[in-house]
């Protein structure tokens, strides 16, 4: 089915003062004020569309910059724990800060 050819019925408020301009302005272009509507909507996603597409693109940027990372992250904690497991504990080695230099 060729969804382009659906027609919709839109219900909305508007001021009447702006409606009454509006089909003033309409009928001075010889134009239905459906045909304007239609019009004024095309223009609208024709000139929003760039605009969502740059932001598409930044948030793929941004979710690719946040896992490579995240990777980063992960292949650093895999070293550190490598190179803590080749060193064996010691009796010397402590987590807290000498609370006295012995010399």
Known sequence: MDHSREKVLI????PKATKNRFDAICR???RSRT??????????IVRTSPVLEARYEKLK???HALAAIEEYQAVMRERI???EAEFP????WSDEPDPEPYF
Do not use: C, K, R, Y
């Not at 219900?11 to 508007?14: D, G, K, S, W, Y």
């Not at 504990?89 to 010397?92: D, K, N």
């Open 28 to 30: 001075i272009n010889g």
């Open 61 to 63: 940027n941004a979710d």
């Open 11 to 14: 219900n909305f408020l508007v």
């Open 35 to 44: 045909q304007v509507l239609i019009d004024l909507m095309n223009v609208h």
């Open 89 to 92: 504990p010691s009796i010397f």
């Open 81 to 83: 724990e490598e190179d």
